[in-house]
T-cell receptor, first 114, second 114 residues
Framework: DTGVSQDPRHKITKRGQNVTFRCDPI?????LYWYRQTLGQGPEFLTY????????KSRLLSDRFSAERPKGSFSTLEIQRTEQGDSAMYLC????????????FGEGSRLTVL | GENVEQHPSTLSVQEGDSAVIKCTYS??????FPWYKQELGKGPQLIID?????GEKKDQRIAVTLNKTAKHFSLHITETQPEDSAVYFC?????????????FGTGTSLTVIP
């Protein structure tokens, strides 16, 4: 399968712990997005990379959140000192250089903070 | 920023009937309007999109209409089938080619009753 891959699919952690999610985009897709989705809501934009450069960040992205894409391929999203309000599905999406508008989403990483 | 509202939040139709989902947006700079389908446990998948220079677009049983003056757009599914059951999200974006963020609606849970 050559779709967007996210790992882990599920993560349960205790409040105050750090968690890291990984996203492997479709190869040759230079654009990578992170979204957060809570129950009954649409995806909310968190951040966007073009190659290794983080070009846009949402105001939703507090300083406890950090995202990287060191070599312009895979990306990581780290949440430090997790809070119960961080419980959500974290979706990664990618799109190719000739961007028609379509986002190719992974299946998401579900975070539960106890 | 952009605000996308979506109605209804839930919709049940008999197999073979039509389903209509409506969205409004606030930012007149938005000019790209995709619709995504999300099945349980999966990421959203693009099913159809429309740009502001077009009033209507059709792909087999799915059509989207756009009224840019009124700032609303709709998804029409005809001859619904049980496999159409899913959550549908509308979205708006000012210019996807620049990688700008997409603003999603809150979703419509469609159930097609056999």
């Amino acid at each position: 399968d050559t779709g967007v891959s996210q790992d882990p699919r599920h993560k349960i952690t205790k409040r105050g712990q750090n968690v890291t999610f990984r996203c492997d985009p479709i190869s040759e897709h230079n654009r990578l997005y992170w979204y957060r989705q809570t129950l009954g809501q649409g995806p909310e934009f968190l951040t966007y990379f073009q190659n290794e450069a983080q070009l846009e960040k949402s105001r939703l992205l507090s300083d406890r959140f950090s995202a990287e894409r060191p070599k312009g391929s895979f990306s990581t999203l780290e949440i430090q000192r997790t809070e119960q309000g961080d419980s959500a599905m974290y979706l990664c999406a990618s799109s190719p250089p000739l961007h028609t508008g379509e986002l190719f989403f992974g299946e998401g990483s579900r975070l539960t903070v106890l | 920023g952009e605000n996308v509202e979506q109605h209804p939040s839930t919709l049940s139709v008999q197999e073979g009937d039509s389903a209509v989902i409506k969205c409004t947006y606030s930012d007149s700079a938005s000019n790209y309007f995709p619709w995504y389908k999300q099945e349980l446990g999966k990421g959203p998948q693009l099913i159809i999109d429309i740009r502001s220079n077009v009033g209507e677009k059709k792909d087999q049983r799915i059509a989207v209409t756009l009224n840019k003056t009124a700032k609303h757009f709709s998804l029409h599914i005809t001859e619904t089938q049980p496999e159409d059951s899913a959550v549908y999200f509308c979205a708006a974006s000012p210019e996807p080619n620049t990688g700008n963020q997409f603003y999603f609606g809150t979703g419509t849970s469609l159930t097609v009753i056999p």
